[in-house]
C-alpha cells in the first residue's frame, strides 16, 4: 500500500522569503503526485501534479514541484512567499490499483510573518 | 460552470439522528469520493464509486452509508453507529485521469 508523509506540521515563513514544503512517499510503482491547497473551511485546490516525463512541474501560484526517485520526495517550493499563500498544503500520492484513490499526506500548515 | 456543489456547508444534528450529507457534481465525472477530515489531520477515505450503482468502502466507512443512483450525485449519510461524527466533510470527483477535484466541504457538528 502507498503512504505519504508530510514531515513538518507547521511552517512560518516570512513574507518574500522561499519556502520548501516536504513529502515523501512510499509507493512500489512509478507514481502519480500531487500538490493540493487548502484555505481554511475550503475544499482543496489542486497547485501542480506529476504523472511522468519532466521531474521539475509548474504549478499554478507560482509554485513548483520535484519529483526525485532516489529520494521518494515530492517537495514543494516557491521563490517568494506572499501573504495570501497562507494555508494548507497537502500531498498525495496516486494508486493505479483501484478507483483512482488518492492517498494524503497529513498536511503542512503554512503560516506568512509579514 | 461546472463543479462539485457541497450542502449544506454547515448542518447541526442531536446525537442518535441520522443525517444526509449532499455531493452533486456536473464534471461528468465517472468516480466520486468522500473523505473526512479532522483538525490537524490528512484526508481519509470513507467511500468512493467508480460508477453509478457501485460502490467500496474506503478506510473509515464504519458508521456511514452512500448511495450512487445517479452519475451527478453520490450523498453520504452519516448514521447513528458513527461513533464521533463531528467533522469536515469533502466530496471529490475524478475522470479518467488521477486529478481530483473537490466540493467546499460539510460541516457536520453533531452535539
Known amino acids: 500500500a502507498q503512504s505519504v508523509t508530510q514531515p513538518d506540521i507547521h511552517i512560518t515563513v516570512s513574507e518574500g522569503a522561499s519556502l520548501e514544503l516536504r513529502c515523501n512517499y512510499s509507493y512500489g510503482a512509478t507514481p502519480y503526485l500531487f500538490w493540493y491547497v487548502q484555505s481554511p473551511g475550503q475544499g482543496l485546490q489542486l497547485l501542480l501534479k506529476y504523472f511522468s516525463g519532466d521531474t521539475l512541474v509548474q504549478g499554478i501560484k507560482g509554485f513548483e514541484a520535484e519529483f526525485k526517485r532516489s529520494q521518494s520526495s515530492f517537495n514543494l517550493r516557491k521563490p517568494s512567499v506572499h501573504w495570501s499563500d497562507a494555508a494548507e498544503y497537502f500531498c498525495a500520492v496516486g494508486a493505479l490499483y483501484a478507483g483512482n484513490m488518492l492517498t494524503f499526506g497529513g498536511g503542512t500548515r503554512l503560516m506568512v510573518k509579514p | 460552470d461546472g463543479g462539485i456543489t457541497q450542502s449544506p456547508k454547515y448542518l447541526f444534528r442531536k446525537e442518535g439522528q441520522n443525517v444526509t450529507l449532499s455531493c452533486e457534481q456536473n464534471?461528468?465525472?465517472?468516480?466520486m469520493y468522500w473523505y473526512r477530515q479532522d483538525p490537524g489531520q490528512g484526508l481519509r477515505l470513507i467511500y468512493y464509486?467508480?460508477?453509478?450503482?457501485?460502490?467500496q468502502k474506503g478506510d473509515i466507512a464504519e458508521g456511514y452509508s452512500v448511495s450512487r443512483e445517479k452519475k451527478e450525485s453520490f450523498p453520504l449519510t452519516v448514521t447513528s453507529a458513527q461513533k464521533n461524527p463531528t467533522a469536515f466533510y469533502l466530496c471529490?470527483?475524478?475522470?479518467?485521469?488521477?486529478?481530483?477535484?473537490f466540493g467546499p466541504g460539510t460541516r457536520l457538528t453533531v452535539t
Open positions: 464534471l461528468n465525472h465517472d468516480a
Open positions: 464509486s467508480q460508477i453509478v450503482n457501485d460502490f
Open positions: 471529490a470527483s475524478t475522470s479518467s485521469s488521477y486529478e481530483q477535484y
